[in-house]
């Protein structure tokens, strides 16, 4: 799966979901690479994402009516002379500013998609086009990463090395990979007890039974 997304004055961001890892490239307007990144799944999760808003309406209206106010006079008179002034082309320049200063804040502050990995923090204009590819290529990623590390790190050898498989079920299960049952399960057949912890018993510590 791959999401690319183009701002202006700011280059472009390349995000493609490959076999074993999240590739990651940012380029400057000049198609120069300012960052390039590949990311194994071993290193993703947990991931986070989120689209944050902030719109500064005062300002906006604040901005709307000093074009009105600048633009009453030189408008009065091209109404009523049908000759565009000096005066009126001053006020469409300073709109136009404004205009395409309300975009690039629109693209890069107001509205943003944000993605966050265990090693990694991505911030992307949040266009409302956009969404959708951006919510699908979160949950892609959950779960392809999901399902690497399962098919990866989730088989246990009962014949192997206990400690080392034992801590990479933990760390499965922490991470959301393995459910409580499932960590149970896989931990069960490395120890053969159903529980490592100590059961009590006259006063003693008593060895947790074994399954055959």
């Known amino acids: 799966m791959i ?11 390349h995000i493609a979901l490959r076999a074993e890892s999240l590739y990651v490239c940012k380029r400057n307007p ?13 290193e993703i999760l947990p991931v986070k994402a989120g689209e944050h808003r902030y719109v500064p309406t005062n300002q906006l209206l604040l901005t709307g009516l000093l074009l009105v106010f600048i633009g009453y006079g030189p408008w009065r008179a091209w109404l009523a002379t049908g000759e565009a002034g000096l005066s009126l082309a001053v006020w469409w320049l300073v709109a136009g500013v404004n ?25 992307l204009a949040g266009r409302p086009w ?3 590819q ?9 779960r392809r ?7 990866e790190y989730g088989q246990v050898n009962p014949l192997g090395f206990i400690e080392p498989q034992l801590r990479r079920v933990a760390w499965l299960h922490e991470l959301n990979v393995l459910s409580a049952r499932e960590a149970q399960a896989l931990s069960t057949r490395l120890t053969g007890r159903r529980s490592t912890a100590p059961l009590q018993g006259m006063g003693q510590e008593l060895e947790p039974p074994y399954l055959n």
């Open 30 to 42: 000049q198609g120069v690479a300012t960052l390039e990144t590949e990311v194994p799944y071993e």
């Open 134 to 142: 951006f919510r699908a290529l979160v949950t892609e990623l959950e």
């Open 3 to 13: 999401f690319t997304q183009k701002q202006l004055f700011l280059g472009s961001t």
């Open 145 to 151: 990463t999901k399902t690497y590390l399962r098919t």
């Open 99 to 123: 205009a395409l200063s309300l975009w690039l804040r629109f693209e890069q502050q107001w509205f943003t998609f944000r993605l966050q990995t265990a090693h990694l923090a991505l911030t």
């Open 130 to 132: 956009q969404r959708r």
